[in-house]
């Protein structure tokens, strides 16, 4: 049965397994921000609360743009488990730091993706994700303004309020 769907799709077993492994890292990235936005809701961080949870949505989409392009190339998408969400940070900065390092593992991921794209002359899933290659570029920069704003505003005295309202307003204009 496996070798008869395998003949319907022109996608090779590799890169199959590696999509299906990007959308459990999206799926993984989706619930991390959402843990992200309970923590700062239950912290007093509103406006980072809404930030999270937006990102969480959009992880969500990257997901889903991933499984239906397994789909409708004949492959096999899996819906992936997931497990071990951290449910608490050790602190309002922290939550920013781990946010950025996942959006940087992320782009590695697809970084590896595009390597084993063109090794396998699969220039079909290559052009494909081309478009998150570009919206890691964004991704990056929004994570890592949102960590810049502790060394330009400051934690001190109201600095984690000012922060905290400025999160939602960081905007990627290239
Ligand atoms: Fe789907 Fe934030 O990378």
């Given at each position: 049965?496996?070798?008869?769907?395998?003949?319907?799709?022109?996608?090779?077993?590799?890169?199959?397994?590696?999509?299906?492994?990007?959308?459990?890292?999206?799926?993984?990235?989706?619930?991390?921000?959402?843990?992200?936005?309970?923590?700062?809701?239950?912290?007093?961080?509103?406006?980072?609360?809404r930030y999270f949870q937006k990102q969480s949505g959009?992880?969500?989409?990257?997901?889903?743009?991933?499984?239906?392009?397994?789909?409708?190339?004949?492959?096999?998408?899996?819906?992936?488990?997931?497990?071990?969400?951290?449910?608490?940070?050790?602190?309002?900065?922290?939550?920013?730091?781990?946010?950025?390092?996942?959006?940087?593992?992320?782009?590695?991921?697809?970084?590896?993706?595009?390597?084993?794209?063109?090794?396998?002359?699969d220039f079909v899933t290559f052009q494909f994700i081309?478009?998150?290659?570009?919206?890691?570029?964004?991704?990056?920069?929004?994570?890592?303004?949102?960590?810049?704003?502790?060394?330009?505003?400051?934690?001190?005295?109201?600095?984690?309020?000012?922060?905290?309202?400025?999160?939602?307003?960081?905007?990627?204009?290239?």
């Amino acid at each position: 049965m496996k070798d008869l769907l395998r003949l319907k799709t022109s996608l090779t077993e590799e890169i199959e397994t590696l999509l299906n492994e990007q959308i459990k890292v999206e799926a993984h990235s989706s619930a991390v921000y959402l843990a992200m936005a309970s923590w700062c809701d239950r912290n007093g961080f509103d406006c980072s609360a809404r930030y999270f949870q937006k990102q969480s949505g959009e992880e969500r989409e990257h997901m889903l743009k991933l499984f239906n392009y397994v789909s409708d190339l004949g492959g096999r998408a899996i819906s992936p488990e997931i497990a071990n969400i951290p449910q608490e940070f050790e602190s309002f900065r922290g939550v920013f730091e781990q946010a950025l390092q996942q959006e940087i593992y992320v782009t590695q991921q697809f970084n590896r993706m595009a390597a084993k794209c063109i090794k396998a002359n699969d220039f079909v899933t290559f052009q494909f994700i081309q478009w998150f290659l570009k919206e890691q570029i964004e991704e990056e920069y929004v994570a890592r303004r949102a960590l810049e704003l502790f060394e330009v505003i400051g934690e001190e005295g109201t600095g984690r309020y000012e922060i905290d309202k400025r999160v939602p307003k960081i905007k990627y204009d290239n």
